[in-house]
């Protein structure tokens, strides 16, 4: 059995079960792979009151949530499983590590790096001690994320202009696959919705939460943690991230007419976002998925097109990174050194 002390942080919006639940079960997956799961836990992000209620604290300031890592000494069994100096002293008495793993989802990465920046106590007592090795970031939006751009409906662009005279130049049965790339693109944008809004609240109560703040790009937060010697430099630092990338190709006779590409990132965060680290020597491992759509065009010969896909795995949008092959494969490696 490997003894490796592991934490699994989910981001914004989310719950524990992110990582627990039918679709991820990620705990289980790194127990069926020997490491021991007395030693992997889940962060749980507290919960808060509001007009006489209680709630969990899933859209709160992200400084205070950090703050459930440093709460070592709580006899809250709660509070304990979230402490990294908990888990470092567990750890250790079972002959493992001192220093821990950390594996953090979106903005759960964030709360990851604020509570690293924490070399002295901040307002609410949170301090950094020296027990994590490495921090493994999935879909981590490093340089923030305009949101409310990102779920605006499908700009005009020029992917999107040809599509449409594509549509009327060919015949009635090559529309489906100009079509087809439209809609997975759509598919991309209205996954990003339902990770940000699936619940009840309106888009404008969304926006007004902490949180949320935080993580828009130039926010006094992201400042913070990427200032110049923020991050600590004895941590490994790894950037996992989705890229969809369309295209399209003409060809008229044997010269290229045209040959353009648009990245989109996960879906929700681009790539530059998650890829790097302000300030930060990190390693990136991007997982691109390709989608060109490819014609041709000849004085003689039939017209062509043709939908193309690179990949053999699903999209990697924001919401499956948690449980995409790709992931999970890079995670293993990373583990094992």
């Known amino acids: 059995m490997i003894h490796l002390p592991i934490l699994l942080i989910h981001g914004f919006n989310g719950a524990p079960s992110n990582w627990t639940g039918p679709t991820d079960r990620f705990p289980e997956y790194l127990a069926a792979r020997g490491y021991d799961p007395d030693l992997i836990r889940v962060f749980n992000y507290g919960s808060m009151e ?4 209680r709630f969990y604290n899933n859209l709160g300031d992200l400084r205070e949530i950090a703050h459930r890592l440093d709460e070592g000494n709580s006899d809250d069994p709660e509070l304990q499983g979230c402490a990294i100096d908990r888990l470092s002293r567990d750890s250790a008495a079972r002959g493992g590590p001192e220093k821990i793993t950390l594996i953090a989802h979106s903005s759960g990465g964030l709360i990851a790096r604020y509570y690293l920046s924490r070399q002295n106590e901040d307002q609410f007592g949170t301090r950094y001690r020296g027990n994590v090795a490495r921090a493994i970031f999935l879909g981590t939006p490093h340089h923030g994320v305009d949101i409310t751009d ?5 700009p005009s662009h020029w992917i999107y202009g040809l599509m449409v005279r594509v549509h009327y130049l060919f015949p009635r049965e090559y529309h489906e696959q100009s079509q087809s790339l439209r809609n997975r693109l759509g598919h991309l944008h209205a ?23 935080q993580m828009h790009p130039g926010s006094e937060f992201l400042d913070e943690i990427n200032r110049q010697g923020a991050m600590p430099r004895e941590v490994a630092y790894h950037n996992i991230f989705g890229n969809v990338r369309a295209g399209m190709r003409v060809q008229v006779g044997s010269r290229i007419r045209l040959n353009k ?5 996960d879906g929700l ?4 976002s998650a890829g790097t680290i ?22 003689r ?20 990174l948690r449980s995409h092959p790709g992931s999970r494969k890079r995670i293993l490696e990373i583990l094992a050194r």
């Open 50 to 53: 509001y007009e006489g209620k």
């Open 150 to 154: 990102v779920l605006d409906p499908l």
């Open 191 to 213: 996954s990003a919705r339902t990770k940000w809004y699936k619940h009840d609240d309106s888009e404008e109560s969304m926006q007004e939460t902490p949180a949320f703040n």
């Open 261 to 265: 590409q648009k990245d989109f990132g």
């Open 269 to 272: 965060v681009t790539t530059k």
């Open 278 to 299: 302000p300030n930060a020597e990190s390693e990136p491992y991007p997982m691109t998925e390709e989608y060109c759509l490819e014609i041709e065009l000849g004085r």
């Open 301 to 320: 010969t039939s017209r062509v097109i043709e939908l193309k896909r690179s990949g053999e795995h699903p999209m990697p949008i924001h919401r499956n």
